[in-house]
């Protein structure tokens, strides 16, 4: 059921795990359907579907904040910047993000360049503008298995404006479907979803 009135939120849903019915991917629909239920906008990106490289670092982006490779980072670059809020998905592949996801993180180096380097934003003082979710699984269970993660993905939530909001993080899932044994995931992703679009409205 949509609720209405205001302007809806515009999310943007990123997929980072290279399994499409993964856990991660699983749970972000889940994110996805209360987003949307709550009233929001959702655009999705699926990495594993992208013509992206790795970042080169010759810098081309020095002059304009834009990185100078032409492929699928292009279009990504504009919806990063366009959204009120994102929801970013990755499994956890040697106690950090996939690699489809470090790419797009390290292709956000234009954006870094962009605020620092020519916006001149001293390092620090920056005003959250978005809201940022982070959902991430792995097999293992230990204590710090999101440790490592979570500081990247805070660092590169913060060269894209937005806070790191909240994160949605599960130990002991290792097989496609194991999320489906955990129904309460399942709802708190969906509850979660629901709670960033009512978050973002004006
Ligand atoms: C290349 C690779 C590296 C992985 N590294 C870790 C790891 O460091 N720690 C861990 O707990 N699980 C690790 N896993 C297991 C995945 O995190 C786990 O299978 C997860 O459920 C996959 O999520 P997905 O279904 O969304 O892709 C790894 C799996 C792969 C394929």
Redesign the pocket.
């Known amino acids: 059921m949509k609720e209405k009135g205001g302007k809806a939120p515009n999310l943007l849903a990123i997929y980072g ?3 499409r019915r ?4 699983t749970l972000l629909d889940r994110v996805v359907q209360g987003a949307l239920d709550a009233g929001a906008k959702v655009d999705k990106v699926v990495l594993r579907d992208l013509k992206m490289s790795p970042c080169l670092e010759i810098y081309g982006c020095k002059k304009t904040g834009r990185c100078v490779i032409k492929d699928d980072f292009d279009n990504v670059y504009d919806q990063l910047l366009a959204c009120d809020g994102l929801m970013l ?1 990755s ?5 950090t993000v996939s690699a489809t996801t470090k790419i797009l993180m390290d292709r956000c180096q234009s954006l870094w360049v962009k605020k620092h380097w020519i916006d001149k934003v001293p390092h620090g003082e920056w005003k959250p503008k978005r809201k940022g979710l982070f959902i991430s ?4 269970k230990g204590k710090r ?1 999101f440790e490592g993660t979570v500081l990247t993905v805070r660092y590169f939530f913060e060269v894209l404006d937005a806070e790191l909001w909240r994160t949605l993080l599960y130990r002991g ?4 479907g ?1 999320v489906l044994k955990h129904p309460e995931y399942l709802r708190e992703a969906y509850e979660t979803g629901r709670e960033l679009a009512s978050a973002l409205k004006p």
């Open positions: 795990s290279p399994r993964g856990n991660t991917s998905a499994p956890i592949f040697f106690y699984v792995g097999a293992t298995l899932l290792d097989f496609e194991d």
